[in-house]
């Protein structure tokens, strides 16, 4: 037997913190025919703005801006891959090193081998990561509040988002990476749905054997120590959680494409043992810190700590394959220093550490104080409001295709957000830390944590040169914020009886149901004024120079 005082339903204490979730909160609502439509009709709808002239535009037949480094490492892969399931290995002879691991590059090759060394086959891959893109952060946006029209909000603005977009449509690493994490954030949030769900089961079946000892209840051998449906301290045991090993695979992925993702792996991390704390406690486990110590924290770092770190080690498979990658035979040919605390390592361990080391040197002297410019260059708080675009294309010497400009006409392409969109970022961002904070709308907090991921750390490295494509990694989840106000503020308010307003939409709309509608169009009203520079289209020099609103975009 164990002692009544410990039994969360017993001890009248702990049956005062008992605040189960309720039924809303832990239990998921299928997938219907509406999800369905909206998830086709958005995804159709982002493959097509995706795809549409995917080969333009091209520098005199060979990659833009950055393209110029991945595209080519991409196709050494693709020039080298001997063994089906090894691959081929990067270089990079411009620059000496590869300075990001190589899994975006590898996912490239793949649409090389099918299109050869041609802008489908540099851009396809990130193409259609750049459509799934949009898919997740609708399923995730649904997830955190189960509604359809919330998902289809969040589709829409990620549609007709110019990051998302550009970085799309161009063989570069970040929209890689940024499916991959908005992949894991989406699984972990189902992870969390699904352990509310077991513990509130484990709880009621609890309550429902109505058991009596001593003060008219009794105790089952459910109430057992170590017994998986409930110990009496420690609450009962999860299970495996597959969702939380897949978000596991996910960051192991985006960290294979960046180091950057490091960030996600510690922030979503923390905020998924923090969540299973939470659950703990609002059933009154006696003691849900041991309980999160003993249990929850050595299974959360094998799935996202140890799983992640195997894929990673997984994606260098090639380089350790092979006998020609760079500093592969380090630690054997001179280029590691004698003395050095690597030689104490096996050869092939150190040459890798030594690699490592050198990337890590290049990315933490590529600071402004040591010299280092860029004309692009921005810095984390520009990002908030797409203050400093990134020019990736420009052609300023066309003539225009109707003729009759004397100025002449141009094509440009930046990375570019859609103002509608950035520009309301810091109130979207306080609206849903006031909504966490104060009302208890719990919906807001996944995506505040992946906004924090991709924003945070960067203001503590400031001095180092950044670029606005950091930002597309955190856009999603502002974007999920968005749709969630969009999903509180729809059929909210009076009823507007505009004669005009209820013929093309049949019916009386609310105010708020009108906000919705206005703020939608408006996304998608910009998209299209911008899309000349986010197309490279042909323009007249005064079209284009009537897009630059600010002077920070030139």
């Not at 923390?270 to 924290?297: E, M, N, Q």
Request: glycine share 8%; aromatic share 16%; charged share 15%.
């Amino acid at each position: 037997m164990t002692a009544v005082a410990d039994h969360p339903t017993a001890n009248p204490a702990h049956a005062r913190r008992l605040r189960p979730f309720t039924e809303s909160q832990r239990n998921r609502t299928p997938l219907d025919r509406r999800d369905g439509y909206a998830l086709l009709c958005i995804g159709i709808l982002a493959a097509i703005t995706r795809f549409i002239g995917l080969s333009h535009p091209v520098s005199s037949g060979t990659p833009i801006f950055d393209e110029k480094h991945y595209v080519p490492q991409a196709w050494d892969i693709v020039r080298s891959w001997e063994h089906l399931l090894i691959g081929g290995i990067e270089s990079n002879p411009g620059y000496g090193l590869v300075v990001h691991p190589p899994l975006a590059k590898q996912i490239i090759a793949l649409a090389e081998f099918v299109f050869g060394y041609s802008p489908w086959g540099w851009r396809a891959m990130a193409a259609a990561f750049g459509t799934a893109v949009v898919i997740v952060t609708m399923l995730l946006a649904r997830e955190l509040t189960q509604s359809w029209k919330v998902g289809a909000f969040a589709g829409i603005i990620a549609t007709f988002d110019g990051v998302l977009l550009v970085s799309s449509r161009f063989g570069m690493l970040d929209i890689f990476q940024v499916f991959f994490i908005i992949a894991a954030a989406w699984m972990l949030a189902r992870d969390h749905r699904e352990m509310r769900a077991r513990m509130h089961r484990a709880w009621q079946t609890l309550v429902d054997d109505n058991i009596t000892a001593g003060n008219g209840r009794t105790f089952t051998s459910a109430d057992k120590p170590g017994n998986n449906a409930w110990n009496s301290r420690f609450g009962p045991r999860f299970g495996v959680r597959w969702w939380r090993f897949g978000a596991g695979i996910m960051l192991g992925c985006a960290l294979a494409i960046k180091w950057s993702g490091l960030y996600y792996i510690a922030f979503f991390g923390l905020f998924c043992v923090l969540g299973d704390l939470i659950i703990r406690r609002r059933y009154g486990v006696t003691r849900p810190y041991s309980a999160v110590w003993f249990r929850d924290i050595p299974a959360a770092l094998a799935s996202l700590v140890a799983v992640p770190v195997l894929l990673y080690l997984w994606s260098w498979r090639a380089w350790f394959a092979s006998e020609t990658a760079v500093y592969r035979h380090a630690a054997v040919d001179g280029t590691i220093e004698d003395g050095s605390w690597l030689h104490s390592l096996p050869d092939t361990v150190a040459s890798w550490l030594y690699y490592h080391q050198s990337v890590l040197e290049f990315h933490s002297t590529l600071t402004s104080s040591g010299g280092h410019t860029h004309p692009w260059d921005s810095k984390p708080w520009a990002w908030l409001a797409g203050l400093r675009p990134i020019l990736y294309y420009s052609n300023t010497e066309l003539d225009c295709p109707l003729g009759g400009s004397e100025a002449g006409c141009r094509q440009m392409l930046f990375l570019f957000g859609t103002p509608a969109i950035w520009w309301l970022i810091v109130p979207g961002l306080l609206w849903a830390v006031w909504a966490l904070v104060v009302r208890g709308e719990r919906a807001f907090a996944w995506p505040l944590v992946g906004f924090a991921a991709g924003f945070i750390p960067w203001l503590a490295a400031y001095d180092r040169q950044m670029y606005f494509f950091y930002a597309a990694a955190f856009i999603p989840f502002v974007i999920v914020i968005y749709a969630i106000i969009l999903g509180h503020l729809a059929h909210r308010g009076r009823y507007v009886r505009w004669r005009l307003l209820v013929h093309l939409t049949g019916r009386e709309l609310t105010v708020g149901s009108l906000v919705v509608i206005v703020y939608l169009a408006t996304v998608v009203g910009m998209f299209i004024y911008y899309s000349p520079i986010l197309y490279a289209l042909t323009i007249t020099d005064g079209w284009y120079h009537s897009l630059m609103w600010l002077p920070s975009w030139t």
